[in-house]
């Protein structure tokens, strides 16, 4: 039978002091910020009780909150460096079973994917899965689950700082002591040369093309949208294909 995920949450980890391009959680994207074009996609996800941004207790990031309450999203604050704890007491805060892990620098978050991914971590015998593991979707569609108790184990089991700072980095690298599951991506989705997340600015300068080219006809757009507009136009694509993602060690 499939596991009952009990209160799903899908947690962003985000802030404003981005070492490549600060602020660009809040930069518009088809004349709203980013992150609430993140929330607006991710909560269409029907196996999401709620959403809520995990940013710090820095200063800087009281822009975060204000706009959380303009905005009616639940913003959490904890620390800047233990990313880990602070989705792990975030979760806790908010009584959730399940974590979905979203990034704050992915405003295409694809709630089809994100449903699709819930099916399969309930349908199979994994501690995690995700759609990472071996990299068949463009980089922005990134989406992990997992449970709270397995991200309280973790917290108990390393202190190494990057393991720390990406939260589940520790999980899927220890395939020894957590079981783990991948989603491909279809045909139509399949593009891991591909960018949507906002990095530097190239990126963002692709996804805000994106954006204006598909929201204002249709603001339910899907990712197969994005990947045909892509194809339809290389020369948008290519303004961020030199760039590498930083490595987490």
Known sequence: MPRILGKTIATVEARMTSSRLPGKILKPLAGKPSLERLVERARRAKSVT?????????????????????AGVAVFRGSEDDVLLRVLEAAKHHKAE??????????????????ELARFYGAHDVDYASN??????????DTQIFSTATLAKVDTLTQDPPDRENVSLYIY????????????????????????????????????????????NNPRFTSRDVMDFLRANPDVAAKNAHIAQKAVR
């Open 50 to 70: 709620d959403v809520v941004i995990c940013t710090t207790v820095n200063a800087q990031d009281d822009a975060v909150v204000e706009w959380g309450k303009k």
């Open 132 to 141: 990472i593991l071996v990299r068949t979707y463009p980089r922005g569609l």
């Open 173 to 216: 690298e220890h395939p020894q002591e957590f079981r783990l599951g991948c989603l491909t991506a279809p045909s139509e989705l399949y593009g891991p040369q591909i960018r949507i997340c906002v990095d530097r600015v190239e990126d963002y300068e692709v996804c805000a093309t994106v954006y204006d080219a598909l929201y204002p």
């Open 98 to 115: 399940t974590i979905v892990e979203l990034t704050g620098d992915c405003p295409f978050a694809d709630p089809d994917i994100i449903d």
